[in-house]
């Protein structure tokens, strides 16, 4: 069992010190904002409600279980006494990653493991040298109570058996770590997430298909063999002369990287701004926002349940 101090209780820190917790670690939460610190304790108790009636947590863990493992504090300094790792999830600026991570080099214990939450930002020049040593990103995905890939990216000067330490850590609470070898923005899965967003965005933009259509697409064609085969086992079973043949004939180019898609500024304009404002690219008008994100849940439950059982053929067999 670890201490560990997580660091701004939005919407990835109150799930991230659910998931330490459940992972048997000891739990202390801060944020800047009093509300918001309040606020993530009903944000934890609805996400472990979900997890346990989807079988994904212990059924005894009960709320007053929660509070025991999962300690709220206003001073940073009370939230990192004694810690061992430090998760920074805080707003991402670079200014306020800084600032912080100047007062936890004056207040946490020398030897506290720092690993920041950061989607985009190389986090590793704004943190005090003596910190270096120890310095990591551990990039999750949200809901990290329930997607498992963790991003393990050690900073330059970090002593790779820190990695391995909470490489360990993270794998012993079931979660699948991916480590890097370097930083680079958007790590691996948010770098391709990116380049499909450019594609259907420019599909949609020219009229190709309709969002239902994409989605159709990619629900039942990449979505269904993904988990089975990614993207390299796929090649293998493809052949790899057909990859060499596109690749040579040019049959596929980028979309240009316009910065902008009509589509979408056209949506906004209309204040469609996603599903807590009953629509985005659907209508989900009618439709309780807290509801459908534990329909969402509740679908990832069940579908992580059958892939498990089904297995992968990627070479990834011992990681599911
Ligand atoms: N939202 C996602 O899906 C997601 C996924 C992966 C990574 N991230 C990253 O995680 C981090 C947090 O993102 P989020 O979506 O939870 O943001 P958020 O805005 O929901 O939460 C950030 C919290 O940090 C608090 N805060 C700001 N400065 C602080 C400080 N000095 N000390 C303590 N608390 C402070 C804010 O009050 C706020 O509650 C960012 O770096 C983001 O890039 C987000």
């Not at 609805?46 to 009636?53: D, I, P, R």
């Not at 040579?248 to 701004?273: I, K």
Request: hydrophobic content about 50%; glycine content about 8%.
């Amino acid at each position: 069992m670890a201490r560990v101090a997580v660091i701004g209780a939005g919407t990835m820190g109150h799930a991230l010190a659910l998931v330490f917790a459940l992972g048997g670690h000891r739990v202390r939460l801060t944020d800047s904002n009093p509300e918001t610190l309040a606020r993530a304790q009903g944000l934890m108790e609805k996400a472990l409600a979900t997890l346990a009636a989807g079988g994904e947590a212990p059924a005894e863990w009960t709320s007053a279980h929660l509070a025991q493992a999962v300690t709220r504090h206003e001073s940073l300094e009370e939230t990192v006494d004694g810690a061992e790792l430090i998760v920074e999830a805080i707003i991402e600026t670079p200014e306020a990653k800084r600032a912080l991570f100047e007062r936890l080099d004056a207040l946490a214990p020398a030897e506290a493991v720092i690993a920041s939450n950061t989607s985009h930002l190389d986090v590793f020049p704004l943190i005090p040298a003596r910190r270096q040593r120890k310095a990591m990103i551990a990039h999750w995905y949200t809901p990290p109570y329930l997607v498992d890939l963790v991003d393990l990216v050690p900073g330059p000067d970090c002593d790779p058996a820190a990695v391995d330490g909470v490489e360990a850590m993270l794998v012993a609470m079931g979660k699948k770590p991916v480590r890097l070898r370097k930083f680079v923005p958007g790590y691996v899965a948010n770098r391709i997430q990116a380049a499909i967003g450019l594609e259907v965005q420019h599909l949609l933009d020219e009229g190709v298909a309709s969002a239902e259509e994409i989605d159709a697409a990619i629900i039942h064609g990449l979505a269904l063999r993904w988990p089975i085969l990614a993207v390299f086992a796929k090649a293998d079973f493809t052949g790899l002369p057909l990859m060499q043949a596109v690749l040579a004939n040019r049959s596929y180019s980028p979309p240009p990287v316009r910065g902008r898609s009509e589509t979408l500024d056209r949506l906004l304009a209309e204040g469609r701004t996603g599903v807590l404002a009953g629509a985005g690219y659907y209508d989900w008008s009618g439709k309780d926002p807290a509801a459908l994100f534990e329909e969402r849940d509740r679908r990832l439950i069940a579908l992580k349940r059958a892939l498990r059982g089904i297995g992968t053929m990627a070479g990834l067999e011992r990681r599911l």
